[in-house]
């Protein structure tokens, strides 16, 4: 990582970086912290939760930048081996101008994820964050119980309006 990170990002992006960095309570960029600064020691870690992860990544997509943003409506298809593939359009968090990525997941029946794509840089590592974003939106439909077949709370309108209006 280039030590003049900060300084070699786009004025806007340099903008953003500030803001970030103040919101924190940082002076300096932590690509410029000297190496004696950092320390090895987890249980000097903060009680970080799952539920902490998922806040971050979807509940708060405004407050955060390097996550996606807006997750829309999921849509799904079945293949011919019998697993599901989901897809949706992530808007970055800022700029409404921005296209939005389209990642893809591939889920067998029972959950675990196959394989998933996204059309960004990061996308072919198969890890972007679209990816990981679509992901969170699935796992939280589960556990909120949108996906029951008992459902009775109008799943559909919560795929198209959860996080849109956070
Ligand atoms: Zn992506």
Redo the contacts with the bound molecule.
């Keep these: 990582m280039s030590y003049q990170y900060q300084e070699n990002l786009a004025l806007d992006a340099q903008q953003r970086y500030s803001v970030k960095l103040k919101l924190i309570g940082l002076d300096i960029c932590p690509y410029k912290v000297p190496a004696d600064t950092w320390i090895n020691d987890p249980k000097q870690w903060p009680a970080f939760e799952y539920q902490d992860v998922f806040h971050y990544l979807i509940k708060h997509p405004r407050t955060h930048f390097f996550l996606?943003g807006w997750v829309q409506t999921v849509f799904h298809m079945k293949t011919d081996s019998g697993h599901y593939v989901l897809k949706a359009d992530?808007k970055p968090s800022w700029g409404v101008t921005d296209e939005p990525?389209h990642?893809w997941v591939a889920l067998k029946k029972s959950g675990p994820v196959i394989a998933a794509h996204?059309?960004?840089m990061?996308?072919l590592r198969e890890t972007?964050?679209?990816?990981g974003a679509l992901l969170f939106k699935i796992e939280a439909a589960v556990r909120l119980g949108y996906t029951s077949s008992t459902c009775t709370d109008r799943p559909c309108e919560w795929n198209a309006l959860f996080c849109k209006e956070r």
């Excluded at 972007?128 to 990816?131: F, N, P, Q, T």
């Design positions: 996606s992530v990525h990642p996204c059309n960004c990061a996308g972007c964050s679209h990816v």
